[in-house]
């Protein structure tokens, strides 16, 4: 995991998207805040993982989460 690199006393949220703009479909972000000191081994490259071990993760990270949230955007909301 990342260490915290700006204030000790706010919080910081991961982020990440997905997608290829406007011309090639929808647009993924997602969102997560987990507990300070927060470990898990496996935590590290989604794409290395098989799609079971994905899912697990995904819903062990929505459990130990303080915070998390997925958007979708189309292309048309785009434009």
Not at 23 to 48: F, H, R, T
């Given at each position: 995991?990342?260490?915290?690199?700006?204030?000790?006393?706010?919080?910081?949220?991961?982020?990440?998207?997905?997608?290829?703009?406007c011309?090639?479909?929808?647009?993924?972000?997602?969102?997560?805040?987990?507990?300070?000191?927060?470990q898990?081994?496996e935590?590290?490259?989604?794409k290395k993982?098989?799609?079971?071990?994905?899912?697990?993760?995904?819903?062990?990270?929505?459990?130990d989460?303080?915070?998390?949230?997925?958007?979708?955007v189309?292309?048309?909301?785009?434009e």
């Amino acid at each position: 995991m990342l260490e915290s690199h700006y204030y000790k006393d706010m919080v910081e949220a991961g982020c990440d998207e997905a997608g290829r703009g406007c011309l090639a479909g929808s647009v993924y972000a997602a969102a997560v805040i987990l507990p300070p000191g927060y470990q898990n081994a496996e935590l590290n490259d989604s794409k290395k993982l098989t799609d079971k071990k994905r899912k697990a993760l995904r819903e062990q990270i929505e459990r130990d989460a303080v915070a998390w949230a997925v958007g979708i955007v189309t292309p048309e909301e785009i434009e």
